[in-house]
């Protein structure tokens, strides 16, 4: 079968297509999935050249990848067809996931064996034309659940800014900020992405044809918002620490980020930690089964495109997702 693999941690060219790699074993509580496609994520690229926390413990080579979507083909020992049927994961399922944080793992392979815990099931009335969005759904999709309920705790009525609203995890947060209860969204990008950020339910800042810390001044009559959700991080994160209110929160996603700017000013601040879990992809599912979740995938690339992809994704304008084709 076919996988993409790097050997050294470096740039894009790192990545090779493996025609020939041997199929996966899967574990006593893994299943074998058929991938169909694979969700790309700014993390992938931190792990490829060696910059994530990831990269540390990393043997090489080693995969790529974090989420996919595709069909259960086989499971592991411990996973009877009764056990598999409880689950929602009989062989011929369509199932969407991510690997568990500590399983180094890559899911950018034709085959991949991964937790059964770490997948379920994509309803039926779902078409496979829209199989690349719920490939990637997991990972930004679990993010947005860590910042929204566990780091930021939106309350009914607050107000937030969301910094990159129409990028991967940008999509879900504006969305599961309104449910929470928030009384006004706003969300900064670039212009081209305003209308996007407005379908999504926020109200947008151009950040590139207008100052958007003056706008969310002038928006908040300087009292600035209680939350703000950074995505973007780089030339953000300190400019916001100026725009929260007294006792408001940033919460800030790249997982190396300094927080210590904002603790010297006394501002609260923290990066999210994805928590895996079934009833998270359960939720997942339900939101986008009720269209409240209208994540967008850009661009499908097929898998030996990988290098271009990480080219692209570190460029960092990302709309919705990215997303590799598995199958030939
Ligand atoms: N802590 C965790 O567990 C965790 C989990 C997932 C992701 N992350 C991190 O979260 C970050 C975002 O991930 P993602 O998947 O959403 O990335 P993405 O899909 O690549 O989106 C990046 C977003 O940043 C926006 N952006 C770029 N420059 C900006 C600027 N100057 N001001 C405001 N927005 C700007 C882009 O919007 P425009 O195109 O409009 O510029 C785009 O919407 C990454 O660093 C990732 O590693 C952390």
Known sequence: ??????????????????????????????????????????????????????????????????????????????????????????VGTRVFGMRAPGDPRGVAAEVIAIGADDLAPIPGEISDEDLPRWAGLALAGLTAIAVIDDSAAIAPGQTVLVHGGSGGVGQLLIPMAIEAGASQVWATGRADNAERIRELGAVPIPYDTGNWQEEIHRLTDGRGVDVVLDTHYHSTFVPSLDHVTEGGLVVTLPTLADLTPAHERGVEATVPRIKPGRDRLDRLVQGIRAGRYLLEVSQVLPLDEIARAHSLLEDGHTRGKLVLAAQS
């Open 1 to 90: 079968m076919r996988e993409i693999r790097f050997d050294r941690f470096g740039g894009p060219e790192v990545l090779s297509l493996i025609p020939d790699a041997p199929m996966p074993e899967p574990g006593p509580d893994e299943v074998l999935v058929e991938v169909a496609f694979v969700g790309l994520n700014p993390l992938d690229y931190k792990i490829r050249d060696g910059s994530s926390g990831m990269s540390r413990d990393l043997q090489l080579p080693a995969g790529t990848g974090r989420e996919m979507a595709g069909t259960v083909i086989g499971a592991g020992a411990g996973l009877d067809e009764a056990e598999l049927g409880s689950r929602g994961l009989s």
